[in-house]
């Protein structure tokens, strides 16, 4: 029950012996009973100032203890606002003097990708934004959007003269059990960025709520869900880092939820218009020459062909590495043709006749249904442009600690995990989308383990490192390297 008092004095709606209340409330977190050890009492101290006019916005904040009893104060800080009648709004902010002594922790990308991701959690918990977190936590600078603090309008005077440091807030429901849930995912954060973790008596609780809002950073897609997607928008792009298993959902799909009506095809730098389209190519002739040029059908036409002869069933035409060709170019005037939710289907004219069943007038047909791949660690690739994306929806496919604790056995999970953790604290947003997938991670064996990481997944990493994908955090890459290699 450490949190009680807590979950009280901000549903209180009351200003009434606000220093000693809140006195009380961050005792009860410490020891014993509490939530944390009683050492980590030591990492804060509480300002809680009794409510006077002159003092403007009342507050109460667990600050960095090397912080003056009073006046100013800096660094990294939990925050009650309380307002008469209502919850009083919690969050994290930055003093107003300045990000030492938590510089380090703010600057991190990690903990800023967390906060996103424990706001993320509430807001799809509650089904409305109730919470809201800030890109960077660094930027001082850059104030409270406008429509944060129109929704929030109770809270005006807090944002009036803290709008710029505080780098995420969360507005209690009158829910007393979603606050308590609340208070402890970014009460563990600010303890796990001083070093804590809850007691074991919490650990359940506390893990329980740290997956929940983990899922956010990366959440789990399944077959289902990208079928889903496909019936109601027939053009979907699945995205991610190597080894998540793109390329494998896709032929699943392909096998079990389309039947086997449909096929896959790989694009490369190669692939042209020709190719995917149609255009003339070479056959062989009892004329002079003995060779002629026709017009051959491409890989979308004919899948659209193939469409047409079952109208009653989808058929899916899956397209691997679908960013290594140059989309824009392969398409040409088809592009007109990838517009999902239209009431009358486009035709375009083609340069040459077909036969059936197109002829020169080609469109696609209601039932083709169109999956790409694609590698988010090729970086030498032609990035799509935004006509291109615009007609995919894009489904982002991440690794799954889930899918390694199945199928990996102790060695790979804990390598898994020591990996994950470099990038989820330490990369850049472009970087952390190059996480190696769960398929490196799969071996039972702890003998066969280290031998595959070693060959499989350690030149992955290094070619990382030469390409400078990971250039923020080179080190702790290299540091993984060394103790994958010493296995």
């Given at each position: 029950?450490?949190?009680?008092?807590?979950?009280d004095?901000?549903h209180?709606?009351?200003?009434?012996?606000?220093?000693e209340r809140?006195?009380a409330?961050?005792?009860?977190?410490?020891?014993?009973?509490g939530r944390?050890?009683?050492r980590?009492?030591?990492?804060?101290?509480?300002r809680?100032?009794?409510?006077k006019?002159?003092?403007?916005v009342p507050?109460?904040?667990?600050?960095?203890?090397s912080?003056p009893?009073s006046?100013?104060?800096s660094g990294?800080?939990f925050?009650i606002?309380p307002?008469?009648?209502?919850?009083?709004l919690?969050?994290?902010?930055v003093?107003t003097?300045?990000?030492a002594?938590?510089h380090?922790i703010?600057?991190?990308?990690g903990?800023?990708?967390?906060?996103r991701?424990?706001?993320?959690?509430?807001?799809?918990?509650?089904?409305?934004r109730m919470?809201?977190a800030k890109?960077?936590?660094?930027r001082t600078?850059?104030v409270?959007p406008?429509?944060?603090t129109?929704?929030?309008?109770?809270?005006?005077?807090?944002?009036d003269r803290?709008?710029?440091v505080?780098?995420?807030?969360?507005r209690?429901?009158?829910?007393?059990?979603?606050?308590?849930?609340?208070?402890?995912a970014?009460?563990?954060?600010?303890?796990?960025?001083?070093?804590?973790?809850?007691?074991k008596?919490?650990t359940?609780?506390?893990?329980?709520?740290?997956?929940?809002?983990f899922e956010?950073m990366m959440p789990?897609?399944?077959?289902q869900?990208v079928?889903?997607?496909?019936d109601?928008?027939?053009f979907v792009?699945?995205q991610?880092p190597?080894?998540?298993?793109?390329t494998r959902?896709?032929?699943?799909?392909?096998a079990?939820?389309?039947g086997?009506?449909g096929e896959?095809i790989?694009f490369?730098?190669?692939?042209?218009?020709?190719?995917?389209i149609?255009g003339l190519?070479?056959?062989?002739?009892?004329?002079?020459f003995?060779l002629?040029?026709?017009p051959?059908?491409?890989?979308?036409m004919?899948?659209?062909a193939?469409?047409?002869?079952?109208?009653?069933?989808?058929?899916?035409?899956?397209?691997?590495e679908?960013?290594?060709?140059d989309?824009?170019?392969t398409?040409?005037?088809?592009?007109?043709?990838?517009?999902?939710?239209l009431e009358?289907?486009?035709?375009?004219?083609?340069?040459?006749?077909?036969g059936?069943?197109?002829?020169?007038?080609?469109?696609?047909?209601?039932?083709?249904?169109?999956?790409?791949?694609?590698?988010s660690?090729?970086r030498?690739?032609?990035?799509?442009?935004v006509a291109?994306?615009?007609?995919?929806?894009?489904?982002?496919?991440w690794?799954?600690?889930?899918v390694?604790?199945?199928?990996?056995g102790e060695?790979?999970q804990?390598?898994?995990?020591?990996?994950?953790?470099?990038?989820?604290e330490?990369?850049?947003e472009?970087?952390?989308?190059?996480m190696?997938?769960h398929?490196y991670f799969?071996?039972?064996?702890?003998?066969?383990?280290?031998?595959?990481?070693?060959?499989?997944?350690?030149?992955?990493l290094?070619?990382?490192?030469?390409?400078?994908?990971?250039?923020g955090?080179?080190?702790?890459i290299?540091?993984?390297?060394?103790w994958l290699?010493?296995?």
């Amino acid at each position: 029950m450490s949190l009680e008092l807590l979950v009280d004095l901000i549903h209180s709606g009351n200003l009434d012996q606000w220093s000693e209340r809140n006195s009380a409330a961050f005792d009860e977190l410490f020891g014993g009973n509490g939530r944390y050890p009683s050492r980590a009492k030591e990492e804060f101290s509480l300002r809680a100032p009794g409510i006077k006019s002159e003092l403007g916005v009342p507050f109460a904040a667990y600050i960095h203890p090397s912080n003056p009893k009073s006046g100013t104060y800096s660094g990294m800080s939990f925050v009650i606002f309380p307002v008469d009648g209502k919850p009083s709004l919690i969050g994290l902010g930055v003093g107003t003097g300045g990000l030492a002594p938590d510089h380090t922790i703010l600057g991190r990308p990690g903990h800023a990708r967390k906060v996103r991701a424990i706001c993320e959690w509430l807001n799809k918990g509650q089904g409305q934004r109730m919470a809201w977190a800030k890109q960077d936590p660094t930027r001082t600078d850059i104030v409270m959007p406008s429509d944060v603090t129109k929704e929030f309008a109770e809270y005006k005077a807090v944002f009036d003269r803290y709008g710029s440091v505080m780098y995420t807030i969360y507005r209690p429901t009158e829910d007393r059990a979603v606050t308590r849930q609340a208070l402890a995912a970014f009460l563990d954060l600010v303890l796990d960025e001083r070093g804590y973790v809850p007691l074991k008596a919490e650990t359940k609780e506390s893990e329980s709520i740290r997956a929940a809002w983990f899922e956010q950073m990366m959440p789990t897609v399944d077959e289902q869900s990208v079928s889903q997607l496909l019936d109601s928008r027939k053009f979907v792009i699945i995205q991610g880092p190597p080894g998540t298993g793109k390329t494998r959902m896709a032929t699943e799909l392909i096998a079990k939820t389309y039947g086997g009506f449909g096929e896959s095809i790989q694009f490369h730098p190669n692939t042209s218009y020709e190719n995917f389209i149609g255009g003339l190519a070479p056959a062989m002739d009892e004329g002079q020459f003995g060779l002629k040029f026709k017009p051959a059908m491409g890989f979308l036409m004919q899948a659209a062909a193939k469409a047409l002869q079952d109208p009653g069933r989808n058929y899916l035409l899956h397209i691997d590495e679908i960013n290594r060709a140059d989309l824009a170019k392969t398409l040409g005037e088809a592009i007109f043709l990838l517009e999902p939710g239209l009431e009358r289907v486009r035709t375009i004219r083609l340069p040459h006749g077909f036969g059936e069943p197109f002829q020169d007038l080609f469109y696609l047909p209601t039932n083709l249904h169109i999956l790409g791949t694609m590698n988010s660690a090729d970086r030498s690739i032609a990035i799509l442009d935004v006509a291109v994306r615009r007609r995919f929806a894009f489904v982002s496919l991440w690794p799954s600690l889930a899918v390694v604790r199945e199928h990996g056995g102790e060695f790979m999970q804990e390598a898994f995990q020591k990996l994950m953790s470099h990038f989820v604290e330490h990369a850049g947003e472009d970087s952390f989308a190059l996480m190696p997938g769960h398929s490196y991670f799969l071996e039972r064996d702890d003998t066969k383990a280290k031998q595959s990481l070693k060959v499989n997944l350690g030149p992955l990493l290094e070619e990382y490192l030469a390409q400078g994908y990971v250039g923020g955090f080179a080190e702790p890459i290299r540091s993984y390297l060394q103790w994958l290699h010493a296995q």
